[in-house]
């Protein structure tokens, strides 16, 4: 199996909290991302005491309590599933502070880290506070749910967005990629993809490659699937009769979304 592509786990961390993905700067190729999935059943707690990193915890599905000692929000998320395509409730905890997340009903929460040095306020960022965007023509359309974009100054690091790309149509292309620190034409950034699909038995296509063919990898991705970016282009497929959920998490030295089209694909955008 590619070393960029991580499949679930069940890893009970404690009763009622399990682990389904742990991506760390430790166990890949990344060194500004980390990345974890985390199921809790009603009633069940996590917590965790922030070091150098900033966190974005996600409410993927289900509701939760996110408390970082100073301040509290209680009940949020909207949505028990990702495919009723509405944005949900975040909050953003800057580095050096300790929080719990509290099950509310059952849950899947994301956290998404970086490294951090500038201690920020915690944010609840709502739903509503979601930009929403719809991208692309033809067969190429997806929408965005902007979480944490580079336009909010909200974080020191992260970057962090929701995607929904239709049945039939491709995303994150033409194929762009984030690997070079040579602003104002390109940003630096690593990146990974947490992938659901709907009806869950589907599968998506996504390659991740660079221009000297250093990485180049095409991968059968599958529900629940995390994919590992640390440099390259890396387009998402849909096949006719799924619906894709991808949540990215983005960081690198400096946090700017500046991408760089691969020249060979460019084209398709002048049709």
């Not at 289900?62 to 949900?88: A, C, L, M, Q, Y």
């Not at 998506?204 to 250093?214: A, I």
């Not at 387009?235 to 020249?263: C, E, I, Q």
Request: net charge negative; with cysteine; charged share 25%.
């Amino acid at each position: 199996m590619s070393h960029l592509l991580r499949k679930p786990q069940a890893v009970e961390l404690s009763q009622g909290v399990k682990v389904v993905h742990e991506v760390k700067t430790s166990n890949s190729d990344l060194q500004y991302v980390e990345f974890k999935v985390i199921d809790l059943a009603p009633g069940a707690r996590y917590s965790e005491e922030l070091t150098k990193k900033e966190c974005c915890i996600v409410a993927v599905t289900g509701k939760i309590t996110v408390s970082d000692r100073d301040v509290t929000f209680e009940n949020i998320g909207t949505r028990d599933s990702v495919f009723e395509k509405k944005p949900t409730d975040s909050v953003y905890v800057s580095n050096d502070r300790t929080f719990e997340v509290t099950a509310v009903t059952k849950a899947r929460i994301a956290l998404c880290y970086s490294p951090s040095e500038k201690q920020l306020p915690t944010k609840l960022i709502k739903a509503e506070d979601n930009g929403i965007e719809h991208r692309g023509k033809f067969s190429n359309k997806r929408t965005v749910h902007n979480i944490l974009p580079d336009s909010d100054p909200s974080a020191n690091s992260l970057l962090v967005v929701e995607v929904y790309t239709e049945s039939g149509n491709w995303s994150s292309y033409p194929p762009h990629k984030h690997d070079q620190d040579n602003l104002p034409e390109e940003s630096f950034l690593e990146e990974t993809y947490y992938h659901e699909l709907d009806p869950a038995q589907g599968f998506v296509f996504q390659r991740v490659y660079t221009d000297d063919r250093s990485i180049d990898e095409t991968m059968t991705v599958e529900n629940e699937n995390v994919v590992i970016v640390p440099a390259g282009y890396h387009p998402v497929g849909v096949p006719d009769g799924y619906t894709s959920y991808y949540l990215n998490v983005m960081a690198g030295p400096v946090r700017k979304w500046k991408f760089h089209n691969d020249p060979d694909h460019e084209w398709i955008l002048e049709r």
